[in-house]
Nanobody, 124 residues
Framework: QVQLVESGGGLLQAGGSLILSCAAS????????MGWFRQAPGKERELVAA????????YYAGSVTGRFTISRDNAKNTVYLQMNSLKPEDTAVYYC?????????????????WGQGTQVTVSS
């Protein structure tokens, strides 16, 4: 089992940048694929970025491609989400999630472990 703790959320203006971090417990972090999801009020939780166990294969939702970058440091048991050129529509609670597989999935049902979430609010 793995426990996840996100950090780095906050309030900022459109056009700004933010880095989210997700620290994982356990000694098998490198065996998990990781994803970043977000959920805005009244909307479904959606995948924004995912990475395989190595960080060498990644996925991005169309709405964030070119602006967000997912990365991981297996030595530090941490996955990151670099968010640039933020827009008001990026406002949401951001969650990291772990999949008990080396390869990422594209739906929330593919991930068994979740962090508590961190709020990102982008003002116009």
């Amino acid at each position: 089992q793995v426990q996840l703790v996100e950090s780095g959320g906050g309030l900022l203006q459109a056009g700004g940048s933010l880095i989210l971090s997700c620290a994982a417990s356990g000694r098998t972090f490198s065996s998990y694929a990781m994803g970043w999801f977000r959920q805005a009020p009244g909307k479904e939780r959606e995948l924004v970025a995912a990475t395989d166990w190595s960080g060498g294969n990644t996925y991005y939702a169309g709405s964030v491609t070119g602006r967000f970058t997912i990365s991981r440091d297996n030595a530090k048991n941490t996955v990151y989400l670099q968010m640039n050129s933020l827009k008001p529509e990026d406002t949401a609670v951001y969650y990291c999630a772990a999949r008990h597989s080396g390869f990422y999935g594209l739906t929330k049902y593919d991930y068994a472990y979740w962090g508590q979430g961190t709020q990102v609010t982008v003002s116009s």
